[in-house]
Each structure stands twice: as C-alpha cells, then as structure tokens.
C-alpha cells in the first residue's frame, strides 16, 4: 500500500481527488457495498472504514482507506464477480463510469493508481485460491 511504485504518487493524493469528483456515501457494518451479480454503476474507493472482499463465498482480502474497488465492472460493464462486505463503518468515494474515464484520460499518474489496484486485486485473489 501506500505510495504507488516508480511514479511518487501516494494513495492519499488520489483518495483527496475520488473525494472532490466522487460522491461520499457511508455504509454502516454487515452491509454490502454490492454482491456477486450486481450491475457495475461505480467503482468505489474507502475513504474510511474496512471491507472485505470474497469470492464465491472465500475471502480475498480485507481493503481500507486508499483502496478502491470496482473498477473492472466500471471498464467492462459486466456484472460483479465478487461480493464487497462493510465489516467496519465506512465512507466510500462513488465515482461513476464516466468520472472514471476523465481521470484516466486527464489526470497525471492516474492510470498507474488503477494499474496497481488491479494487480493488488488479482494478487490477493490468486493468494486466496
């Protein structure tokens, strides 16, 4: 976690920015952000709180401020392959598709912060197999 590699951007100047774009929304514990199935409006990043992320039912890890999720279904529009459970109250950054696109396209280094989220995730998941 913290700073992103090779580019000296650290999480929390990205978590200022999902803040300023997005729209903060609490979610209180044993709630879900979304479930396996579900539709991708938004991809998520925790301002506060713990979540866990699971896969058929299997944890893949536990994520808190600075990490974001989401993003796959926000670049493939396809339903939700995993189930993000609020173990810990929890504000979340909600930025939509279309938020999503302008911050990869105009905003320095952006796309280095989704590139290591996605590789973060598909770490944690081939940990968990």
Do not use: C
Not at 61 to 70: C, F, H, K, R, T
Not at 112 to 119: P, R
């Amino acid at each position: 976690m913290g700073d992103i590699p090779f580019v000296g951007v650290g999480k929390s100047d990205f978590l200022a920015m999902a803040r300023q774009m997005g729209t903060v929304v609490r979610f209180p514990a044993e709630t879900f952000v979304f479930r396996e199935g579900d539709p991708p409006d938004h991809m998520y990043m925790i301002v506060s709180g713990r979540i866990e992320v699971r896969g058929h039912d299997k944890l893949i890890e536990s994520i808190g401020p600075g990490d974001s999720l989401g993003i796959v279904g926000v670049i493939d529009g396809k339903p939700r392959t995993v189930t993000a459970h609020v173990v810990e109250d929890a504000e979340l950054a909600l930025i939509d598709k279309r938020r999503f696109r302008y911050m990869v396209e105009s905003v320095p280094n952006y796309v280095w912060y989704v590139t290591n989220e996605l590789v973060e995730r598909l770490r944690a998941t081939n940990a968990a197999l």
